[in-house]
């Protein structure tokens, strides 16, 4: 799972192929460290049809501002450059894949 900033987010999110799912966090979070090993996970599992992304959201304020995060960890799935699903909180590996990646883009 690489890291992102507000400097390369537009490239590296926006303007992906696929679907690219982002997690907004930061050092002091503890349940940011808790979903860590199962966006891990995911992000091998995946590698084929998703993209998984980190971003520090105390280095990189922008982003996390524009999008309206207000909590951590905040779980955004991007396609086409637009956020269609959002999860806010630690939660179970198979709710996440439920909640995020396999639900259908409303």
């Not at 091998?44 to 995060?69: C, G, W």
Request: aromatic content about 6%; proline content about 9%.
């Amino acid at each position: 799972m690489t890291a992102v900033t507000d400097a390369d987010f537009e490239e590296r999110v926006l303007n992906a192929d696929g679907p690219v799912l982002v997690d907004f966090w930061a050092e002091w979070c503890p349940p940011c460290h808790m979903i860590a090993p199962v966006l891990e996970e995911i992000a091998a599992e995946r590698a084929d049809s998703l993209t998984v992304v980190k971003m520090n959201s105390d280095e990189n304020p922008l982003t996390p501002r524009e999008y309206q995060v207000m909590s951590l960890p905040t779980l955004m799935l991007f396609r086409g450059g637009r956020p269609v699903r959002v999860v806010v909180g630690a939660r179970p590996k198979s709710r996440l894949l439920a909640d995020l990646v396999d639900a259908p883009d409303q």
